[in-house]
């Protein structure tokens, strides 16, 4: 179950790589020369861009989601459950935080599990149960455990990067590019440069997302390997999936890092969400029950 | 050129043996880390255990057989050092905890006593705690005796001075019941 998570996963990332060798390809065959200088430059500002969020996750995502620090004394109870999870998983104790919100939900980031900062929205510690509550940090801690914030940010920077390149060069085809270029050349290549270029940046969501699914059903699996209790996290799910009030702020920057999206389901297609359907998730997790 | 080769011969298998002891090492104190924390819930267990009898004997004065247990298997607990006492002990005291617990279910007025809610809920998670240390600690001797046993691992495993090590088994009861079978 994990190991098949992990694999999907670089067999994704790997996904992203030969897309991002297309782009490249696509860009000198139509713009020769000139086009080989863009790549680098759209590398670098990814790069800053991605990695320099990655570095400051934790605190860059606090104000994001006007997320709150809290300390030991604010809700031992809290606290009892995530020290718990830490001794079954070995990770350090992370930074904790309260969103304040009637939806439920959570999220986890931070560079490494040393960095690590695990955040509850009001709503999630009402709504549920010590196994419950159980479940979704041990999810949380899952994430960082599977150090998800790299993953996510690798995957960004590469669909970024894409997307900064493919903008660029159509941009240049309007002004005239093509310069280094006197005739000739096959059109067939062209043309299918075009169409790459054209729906590279789309290809590079969708691979996104993808990874951003895998990663989640991975977390679940880790969860269930930490608490050996895949029933509390099935019936954690089953609370978030019968509540229909989503957290108030729907910035789509951060809406791969909540346990449940916050984004409307309805209106984003299977192919761009970056969760798995929560039903599908139940299920995985219900055979997992019968198993032990 | 021949010179060059064999050093990089030579460098690759110093690589790889010193990775292999280093994996051994670390192994090795991960289990080590995985007992203290055993050691450090079992502690704060026996800590709480006066307390919640003083408790329930506020209330329940009739009980003393299910005192006794408790108190006695506290006492080997804190003394025990081996890992198999130390599992043996835990195992009874999780056993007369247990005991205490369903001799409070009679009394609804200790049930409803503040002390008494907020004890069990330091009792639920000291045994979650408990619980979680000894799975983490047993899947760090099972991934080292694997190292140990398995080649090449098993080469070095003599040179790093490190053995194979002792599963936590608890005795419970209640999880040797087989469930029932009827025909």
């Known amino acids: 179950m994990q190991a098949a998570n992990r694999r999907k996963t670089i067999g994704l990332l790997m996904g992203m790589g030969v897309l991002m060798w297309c782009v490249v390809y696509a860009a000198l065959t139509y713009f020769g020369g000139s086009g080989a200088g863009i790549v680098p430059i759209a590398v670098g500002i990814a790069l800053i861009s991605v990695w320099g969020s990655y570095y400051g996750s934790d605190k860059l995502v606090l104000t994001m989601t006007g997320a709150k620090l809290i300390q030991e004394s604010d809700n031992p109870k ?37 960095h690590a900062l695990i955040a509850f929205t009001t709503g999630i510690l009402d709504a549920m149960d010590r196994d419950q509550l159980q479940g979704v940090i041990a999810h949380e801690m ?5 150090r998800d914030t790299l993953v996510s940010a690798v995957a960004a920077t590469t669909a970024g990067a894409i997307a900064i390149v493919s903008d660029m060069l159509t941009r240049m085809m309007f002004f005239g590019g093509r310069r280094d270029r006197e005739g000739g050349g096959n059109p067939i290549a062209l043309v299918i440069s075009l169409v790459i270029l054209i729906l590279a940046p789309l290809a590079a969501v969708m691979l996104k997302s993808a990874i951003s699914r895998k990663r989640e059903s991975l977390a679940d699996a880790t969860a269930v390997s930490f608490t050996r209790n895949p029933a509390g996290l099935r019936s954690a799910l089953e609370v978030l999936a019968a509540d229909s009030t989503v957290v108030q702020q729907r910035s789509t920057a ?21 969760h798995p359907p929560i039903a599908e998730r139940i299920a995985v997790l219900k055979s997992m029950e019968s198993l032990t | 050129m021949k010179t060059i080769i064999v050093l990089g011969v030579v460098a690759l298998i110093a690589v790889f043996i010193i990775s292999q002891y280093n994996r051994l090492i670390r192994l090795n104190i991960t289990v080590d880390e995985a007992w203290a924390q055993i050691e450090v819930q079992l502690k704060r267990r026996a ?70 809610l907020s004890l069990q809920e330091e009792l639920a998670t000291t045994e979650n705690k408990v619980a979680f240390s ?37 005795e419970d009861p209640q999880d040797r019941k087989a469930p029932g079978v009827t025909f």
């Open chain 2, 134 to 170: 000894r799975q983490f600690y047993n899947d760090n001797v099972r991934s080292l005796n694997t190292a140990v046993k398995t080649i090449p691992s098993s080469f070095f495993a003599g040179f790093a001075k490190v053995s194979e090590r002792e599963f936590y088994e608890v």
């Open chain 1, 142 to 146: 899952a994430h960082v455990a599977n």
């Open chain 2, 47 to 116: 800590d709480l255990i006066p307390n919640l009898v003083e408790t329930v004997k506020g209330y329940a004065k009739h009980e003393q057989s299910t005192f006794d247990a408790v108190v006695t298997a506290r006492a080997k607990a804190t003394t025990a050092t081996t890992v198999a006492d130390t599992a043996a002990a835990d195992g009874m005291l999780t056993q007369a905890l247990r005991g205490l617990l369903a001799v409070a279910e009679a009394y609804p007025d200790l049930k409803a006593s503040t002390n008494f």
């Open chain 1, 254 to 274: 951060v809406a791969h890092i909540w346990i449940e999206s916050p984004l409307d389901s309805k209106s984003v297609s299977k192919l761009f969400s970056t």
């Open chain 1, 78 to 114: 809290l606290f009892d459950l995530i020290q718990e999870v830490t001794i079954a998983s070995g990770l350090p104790m992370p930074k904790v935080a309260v969103v304040i919100d009637s939806a439920p939900n959570a999220f986890a980031t931070g560079r490494n599990p040393e």
